[in-house]
């Protein structure tokens, strides 16, 4: 800065504003100035800018990962997520840190705010381990999540109604008619949990008994939702309906319903979960629960930054609507 400042010939101060876009400068000294640092390829040290205001302008993004589930950032959900807070805190000056911790240590988030390299951070999902989240929150550690709402909340999350959106999926593949309906997914833990309490709703609401020979255990990869889909096909257990955990899970479902010689949606409707881009783009199109991440996104910028400031934002629960598309009715 004090070479541009003597090339210039104006002081070190007046650089460092020129360089800020401080409207103090004259337009012709700050276009100077500039065209200077650009020819001597000059640029701002964010994290030394940092150090000196005292403020820190990068926030993290945590998406924590389980061996045993072998979840990979490529996941349609994940994707659009990152995307839709890349763009969110884009258009509010901070930069973005991708972290990954063990789902079952969430509380080595932790260490991203005590080393200061972030000033706060989201993290995707409690992973089953709300009561980590809830000492982050007593440490003071600047956190939200994007989750469900769980007793003695301590943290603020963002999430939907997944039990809901579970009963809703089922309720309209009852209303087709369907009646053997199987639930795919991990329906013991995260949120497929609360979407898995939601089918039972809908089939206990409507009288129709839960057979657990209808539910099929998957992890949300696309090569072992095949594979279970498979093995269910196998044990020729007949089902006229299936509501799976993701949009993931439910595409490569059908792909494996098709080659198995069903068809979608006359011998089987299919219902997914959370929206992505490729269930519009599946074959059929792809009827399942809309997670409006583009709202969620903001939401849990927001909630974050009340969060660094001291406050105590209250917990959102967004509405997710049923989107019906072909793969769950059949033509009129």
């Known amino acids: 800065m004090s070479d541009i400042a003597k090339l210039a010939g104006v002081s070190t101060a007046t650089v460092s504003r020129a360089l800020n876009g401080s409207e103090a400068i004259r337009p012709e ?8 640092a650009q020819a001597h390829q000059y640029t701002v040290h964010a994290g030394a800018k940092n ?5 820190n302008r990068t ?17 349609p959900f994940f994707l659009s997520m990152l995307g839709h807070l890349a763009d969110a805190m884009t258009e509010a000056q901070y930069d973005l840190l991708l972290s990954r911790v063990n789902a ?17 951070m989201v993290v995707v999902g409690q992973w089953d381990h709300h009561d980590q989240l809830n000492a982050l929150a007593q440490r003071h550690v600047p956190v939200v999540v994007w989750g469900v709402q769980l007793p003695d909340q301590l943290y603020c999350s963002v999430g939907s109604d997944n ?3 579970g009963f809703e999926a089922t309720e309209h593949l009852i209303q087709q008619g369907r009646q053997r309906i199987a639930f795919m997914g991990d329906y013991a833990s995260g949120e497929a949990k609360f979407r898995y309490e939601g089918y039972c709703k809908a089939l206990q609401k409507h009288g129709i008994a839960i057979d657990p020979l209808r539910v099929i255990p998957s992890p949300f990869t696309p090569l072992e939702a095949q594979q279970a889909m498979h093995r269910f096909c196998d044990q020729h257990q007949p089902i006229d309906a299936l ?12 792909g494996v319903l098709t080659a198995r010689g069903f068809k979608v949606p006359e011998d089987v409707a299919v219902v997914g979960y959370d929206d992505v881009d490729a269930a519009r783009h599946s074959f059929p199109p792809l009827t399942t629960i809309h997670q409006p991440l583009d709202v969620a996104a903001r939401a849990l910028l927001q909630s974050l930054q009340e ?5 105590q934002p209250a917990s959102r ?5 049923l989107v019906i598309r072909a793969s769950s009715q059949l033509p009129k």
């Open 104 to 120: 079952d240590h969430l509380d080595e988030c932790a260490a991203l705010y005590d080393s200061g390299r972030v000033a706060g």
């Open 29 to 36: 000294t700050r276009e100077r100035i500039m065209a200077l």
């Open 307 to 311: 969060v660094m400031q001291g406050r």
């Open 317 to 321: 629960q967004l509405s997710s609507p």
């Open 51 to 55: 150090l000196r205001s005292g403020e």
């Open 243 to 254: 509501f799976a955990a993701s949009d993931l899970i439910a595409i490569n479902a059908m």
């Open 59 to 75: 926030l993290g993004l945590v998406i924590p990962y389980r061996a045993s589930l072998r979840m990979q950032v490529t996941d």
């Open 163 to 165: 039990a809901r959106g």
